[in-house]
């Protein structure tokens, strides 16, 4: 197996070295020469090593070594199967290797593995080369990419494809700060994972998994994602990274983090680097004396400098947990709770339109929240009150025309006394938005055909696979699936799917038949790290 990866990353730096001169030619010589900038944060970034306890970092020549072969033999007998990671280790063509690269790792920002395999399989399917992607519309995109979450990445995917082809000649630029400086949503993490992992630079990376790791191994008790501790984290992964496998080592950093190193349950007896971290010794120590029941401070290496001044350590006001052991790392400030929004929404149906039932979506402004998709008509609103219907029925009628007011539901549950209103609640990064629920039906009138642009009306079918959001699918399903005389405990209580309903017994069915209402309706699954 050693012979043919071996190949590859030989042919990989021959081709490197022949496409880095057309790289340079479609570069300006101001673009390719670093600047003095840089220059000048290497030397504070040295400095600022220099004002650093050895505690934190690696002085140890040796200690580097040990940690780049120990974790590399690791990952070589326990890297996961991934399809990014095969199409990428197999792929001698340069720019077909760094966009397979690109798509995983955009894909993977936010959002777990199990969830990213089947879309970046049908992605790299549907578009296998950039050429393709910057072939496609907007629409074919959002359409891939929904119920992803975070919708603008893909839409900065599909322009940093088209800037590849048509104003760098169709050819990924190699290193990391050109990636970063000339792709639009590329960002310091990307572009080092695609130059080191496509074009084998030794650059570093730091993601989520990588910051856990090196908090836990350097014992970094301050708030991680403060600018001193961030700079310090990306010099160690500089520091670290294995000039001869650097897009191994930096998959490797990021695999231990996701299956060993893990946040809350951390495997410390499986982790292949557990004799160079702080954190662990800390806590076979701290349990060393606890069994010996001896007075006073674990025998521990500890910062050489005052905890008040080291501003890599914990604050005082935060104290070790030896209940916590090796989680103690690393602390994060508490995140701003979203902000809180309501919105009333409607599902407008024309249920005996030619070709089947029917129903109306709006396109969103192609800039901002989920910009581009699809939704169900509606209108910010209060949690409650007689405003919000007048002001949704205006919003239908600006797009259908005149409507039956009388029509329009409030979808709620009448077993309930006073009745209970259905409610979606979606949180995305920073708002949490409840969706009140309308539903509208169409029955007895002649089907509207013409509507403005910006509107259309779909078949169920049609709406299913159609560029929208995963909130827009629980709505529907709010709509579709609410099943007459089925409570619900509260309010706001997660709406059951009609798969986890029990059938009623036919005593239940003839009760349920006096509470029929008079809009069907349905639910749906949230993406939690939605856009």
């Not at 057309?22 to 504070?44: M, N």
């Not at 990014?84 to 077909?96: F, I, P, Q, S």
């Not at 600018?227 to 897009?247: C, E, F, I, K, M």
């Not at 929208?468 to 709509?479: D, G, L, P, Q």
């Amino acid at each position: 197996m050693k012979k043919p990866q071996a190949a590859v990353r030989s042919r990989l730096r021959k081709q490197a070295s022949r496409q880095e001169g057309s790289e340079k030619r479609v570069l300006s010589s101001s673009q390719v020469k670093p600047s003095t900038a840089a220059g000048l944060a290497k030397r504070q970034e040295a400095a600022w090593q220099a004002s650093v306890s050895s505690y934190h970092l690696f002085r140890d020549t040796a200690e580097v070594m040990a940690f780049r072969e120990n974790l590399l033999n690791w990952y070589d007998r326990e890297k996961r199967d991934l399809p990014w990671r095969r199409l990428a280790e197999g792929e001698v063509d340069l720019d077909r290797r760094a966009y397979a690269v690109w798509v995983s790792e955009v894909m993977l920002q936010q959002t777990q593995v199990a969830t990213v395999i089947d879309y970046y399989t049908r992605w790299m399917q549907k578009w296998p080369t950039l050429q393709d992607l910057a072939g496609a519309s907007l629409e074919e995109v959002n359409q891939l990419w929904a119920g992803l979450g975070y919708y603008s990445r893909g839409r900065r995917l599909q322009q940093g494809a088209r800037k590849v082809v048509e104003e760098l000649g169709g050819h990924v630029p190699h290193t990391a700060e050109t990636l970063q400086r000339l792709l639009p949503g590329v960002g310091r993490y990307t572009a080092g994972a695609i130059a080191s992992i496509a074009f084998g630079q030794a650059t570093g990376v730091v993601d989520g998994n990588v910051i856990r790791v090196l908090c836990r191994v350097r014992a970094i008790g301050a708030d991680s994602s403060s600018t001193l501790v961030s700079q310090h984290l990306w010099g160690l992964a500089q520091q670290l990274v294995d000039p001869a496998r650097p897009g191994d080592f930096n998959q490797a950093a990021m695999e231990l983090g996701a299956l060993v190193c893990t946040p809350q349950h951390p495997h410390c007896s499986q982790c292949p680097v557990r004799s160079l971290c702080r954190a662990y010794q800390k806590v076979e120590r701290g349990k060393l004396l606890a069994s010996q029941s001896l007075p006073g401070s674990p025998d521990v290496e500890e910062c050489a400098s005052s905890t008040e001044l080291c501003q890599l350590c914990a604050h005082p006001t935060e104290p070790w947990d030896q209940t916590l052991g090796v989680t103690n790392f690393p602390r994060k400030a508490s995140r701003k709770p979203p902000r809180e929004e309501c919105s009333a929404i409607c599902v407008l149906e024309q249920p005996r339109a030619l070709g089947g039932p029917q129903i109306l979506l709006v396109q969103r402004p192609s800039s901002g929240l989920l910009a581009g998709l699809w939704e169900f008509p509606s209108v910010t609103a209060e949690a409650s009150g007689r405003c919000q219907r007048e002001a949704l029925l205006q919003e239908l009628q600006s797009w259908a025309g005149p409507l039956p007011a009388s029509h329009l539901q409030h979808l709620g549950q009448a077993c309930f006394s006073p009745l209970t209103f259905l409610q979606v609640v979606h949180t995305f990064s920073h708002i949490k938005l409840t969706y009140q629920v309308y539903g509208l039906a169409l029955e007895g009138q002649t089907p509207v055909t013409i509507v403005p642009p910006g509107a259309r009306w779909l078949t169920r079918e049609e709406f299913h696979t159609a560029a929208i959001s995963t909130a827009m699918k629980k709505v529907f399903r709010v709509y579709e699936g609410q099943q007459p005389g089925i409570c619900k405990g509260s309010k706001r209580s997660q709406v059951s799917t009609p798969s986890s309903r029990k059938k009623p017994s036919p005593g239940q069915q003839l009760l349920d038949s006096f509470f029929r209402p008079l809009i069907p309706t349905d639910s749906s699954n949230l993406n939690s790290m939605a856009q």
